[in-house]
């Protein structure tokens, strides 16, 4: 059983596309994540909700836009994707302790901007 | 400023080679200390949360120690399948859920 699943696994497309990626956690969990992680493996958090609700938004540009349908689901939505978007992403979920709890990670989408 | 710095960047080691790995953190009121392992192409997986100083948490070849202002994760005779980028990250601010994380420490262990 995969406990946090991301698609897909690999995204290529061009600069000026609007893409998506899906998350979904069956841990259980209240929090989810989404982590960028550059070429040399920094992993830098972009946005957090806890019980569908935003409660971190990083200094990410508004071409990136998160929705969360639920607390098992978390989507990432990217406008326009410049060259600079290439990374991988990364979901995560945990029990909203006040940063206690332990994150639990997806296997990534790694995207690339042509 | 809040911050985690990990040494070595990387770290080559013969099999059954005992070595350490170090990450060190400035942060204010720290409410854990979490090691993770990532395997290439895979998100990182947890393995050890440590809450105070002295504390130690063991896992097969591995123990993780705490102190006030770093972290050791210690690999006794390493194996090629413990090959991994180790990282280690720390939440951030109170009543937040921002982790920090270092950069990591890249562990090739040679057979």
């Known amino acids: 059983d995969t406990a946090v699943s991301q698609t897909p696994k690999y995204l290529v497309t061009q600069m000026g596309n609007d893409k998506s990626i899906k998350c979904e956690q069956n841990?259980?969990?209240?929090?989810m994540y989404w982590y960028k992680q550059d070429s040399k493996k920094f992993l830098k958090i972009m946005f957090s909700y806890n019980n569908k609700e935003l409660i971190i938004n990083e200094t990410v540009p508004n071409r990136f836009s998160p929705k969360s349908p639920d607390k098992a689901h978390l989507n990432l939505h990217i406008n326009s994707l410049e060259l600079g978007d290439s990374a991988v992403y990364f979901c995560?979920?945990?029990?909203?302790?006040?940063?206690?709890?332990?994150?639990?990670f997806g296997n990534g989408t790694r995207l690339t901007v042509t | 400023e809040d911050q985690v710095t990990q040494s070595p960047e990387a770290l080559r080691l013969q099999e059954g080679e005992s070595s350490s790995l170090n990450c060190s953190y400035t942060v204010s009121g720290l409410r854990g200390l979490f090691w993770y392992r990532q395997d290439p192409g895979k998100g990182p997986e947890f393995l050890f949360t440590?809450?105070?100083a002295g504390e130690e948490k063991e896992k097969e070849r591995l123990k993780a120690t705490l102190t006030k202002k770093e972290s050791f994760l210690h690999i006794t005779a390493p194996k090629p399948e413990d090959s991994a980028t180790y990282l280690c990250a720390v939440p951030r601010g109170s009543g937040t859920y921002k982790y920090i994380f270092g950069t990591g420490t890249r562990l090739k262990v040679l057979a």
């Open positions: 995560a979920s945990s029990y909203s302790s006040g940063g206690n709890s332990p994150l639990h």
């Open positions: 841990l259980g969990h209240d929090t």
């Open positions: 440590l809450y105070s």
